[in-house]
């Protein structure tokens, strides 16, 4: 995924990796990317869960087959994205921490913050069962099967070897 993630960002400025799904459940805690029409000018942008409603749970992509990828958290960026852009001082709104606790502003940015300023952003959409959580021990094992069928091991290694000979 990373592998493929940087060659896509050669024709981008920003790439993330959404995760395909065959259902949407109303309570999902995941990000989910969607493009947005605006002025016939095509936008990217990442809807939270607090926010969804019953229309945007249904949308499903050109296919007709997959509901919204959920984002990943991983992406990639041109620097000069980063560099040249005169981003907010706060990327979200005031986030509460404590409940006695007046809410205070997040300070910086988490990746999808930074996806609306792209111009030329690019989602990676996964199928389910070429993705695999690592969280615990016990997601080690299935991660390691998904790792040797897809060659992972070859991949690395063919990696290592243009490394060593740069």
Not at 39 to 53: A, G, H, P, T
Not at 73 to 94: K, Q, S
Not at 110 to 132: H, M, Q, R, Y
Request: include cysteine; charge should be positive.
């Amino acid at each position: 995924l990373i592998y493929a993630m940087a060659s896509a960002s050669r024709a981008h400025d920003a790439t993330g990796a959404g995760i395909l799904r065959t259902h949407f459940p109303e309570h999902d805690p995941f990000g989910t990317f969607v493009s947005i029409e605006k002025n016939s000018v095509s936008r990217l942008k990442i809807i939270e869960q607090e926010i969804r409603n019953k229309i945007t749970r249904t949308l499903k992509d050109s296919t007709g087959s997959w509901y919204l990828p959920y984002n990943t958290g991983l992406y990639v960026f041109d620097r000069t994205l980063l560099e040249n852009n005169a981003l907010p001082d706060y990327a979200t709104p005031p986030k509460q921490i404590i409940p006695e606790l007046e809410r205070a502003p997040k300070i910086g940015y988490a990746a999808t913050d930074c996806i609306p300023f792209a111009g030329n952003p690019a989602v990676l959409a996964i199928k389910p069962e070429s993705f695999g959580v690592l969280k615990t021990a016990q997601d080690l094992e299935p991660l390691s099967n998904l790792g040797t069928r897809f060659g992972l091991q070859k991949i690395c290694k063919r990696v290592e070897n243009k490394m060593r000979n740069n």
